[in-house]
């Protein structure tokens, strides 16, 4: 089946620092997702990709869509305390019946102020 | 704005008792989902539903059925619990693209 390897699994870095995780999938997908999930909380949509080579950015937030569809990056600028949390990548194909929508295993990163 | 609303919040069951998790969502969208989440294993799907009346399997379907008989709920059942089914049920809903999460049912098997 689909699998989507997610890296690094954690991060420890110093407030104000740059965070860059990635995804790689062993298929191609036609929309990237990256969601936060804070503790208790399900995950939050952060920012949707919908097409190859696609750059998008939400606040200190930046994501972009793989040129082979098959990997995708979010890179967070000048980090703060709120940052803070579990990120996953999702990759989803859509139309007919192939509607599933699949994750990576997460990148939990802790913020030191 | 109620969203993807999931009941119940909490449930803890005797292995071998069976229960059903309910998720609605309120926004008209044809696409539905469960997952569980463990730690160190991410989101694992388990059914999804592409519109009413259809159902799929996910990545972990074993010991879970699931039925959609009208397009805003998404119901998903456990016929013998197993302490492996432990863990935390979180629903979410989409039209195409984006998934929006319910806040997930924490459930303990003992």
């Known amino acids: 089946g689909q699998q989507l390897n997610q890296s690094p699994q954690s991060m420890f870095i110093q407030e104000g620092e740059d965070v860059s995780m990635n995804c790689t999938s062993s298929s191609i997908f036609n929309t990237w997702l990256w969601y936060k999930q804070d503790p208790g909380e399900g995950p939050v949509l952060l920012i949707a990709l919908y097409k190859a080579g696609e750059l998008t950015s939400n606040g200190r937030l930046t994501a972009q869509f793989g040129i082979t569809r098959k990997d995708s990056f979010l890179n967070i600028s000048a980090s703060i305390p709120s940052d803070v949390g579990i990120y996953f990548c999702?990759?989803?194909?859509?139309?007919?019946?192939?509607?599933?929508?699949?994750f990576g295993k997460g990148t939990k990163l802790s913020v030191k102020p | 704005n109620a969203g993807v609303t999931q009941t119940p919040k909490f449930r803890v069951l005797k292995t071998g008792q069976s229960m059903t998790l309910l998720c609605a969502q309120d926004?008209?969208?044809?696409?539905m989902y469960w997952y569980r989440q463990d730690p160190g294993m991410g989101l694992r799907l388990i059914h999804y539903?592409?519109?009413?009346?259809?159902?799929a399997k996910g990545e972990v379907p074993d010991g879970y059925n699931v039925s959609r008989l009208k397009k805003q709920n998404f119901l998903l059942g456990l016929e013998s619990a197993a302490p492996s089914q432990t863990s935390v049920y979180f629903c979410?809903?989409?039209?195409?693209?984006?998934?929006?999460f319910g806040q997930g049912t924490r459930l303990t098997v003992v």
């Open positions: 979410a809903s989409s039209a195409t693209l984006e998934a929006f």
């Open positions: 926004m008209n969208h044809e696409y």
């Open positions: 999702a990759g989803k194909n859509y139309g007919g019946s192939q509607g599933n929508l699949i």
């Open positions: 539903s592409v519109g009413e009346g259809t159902t």
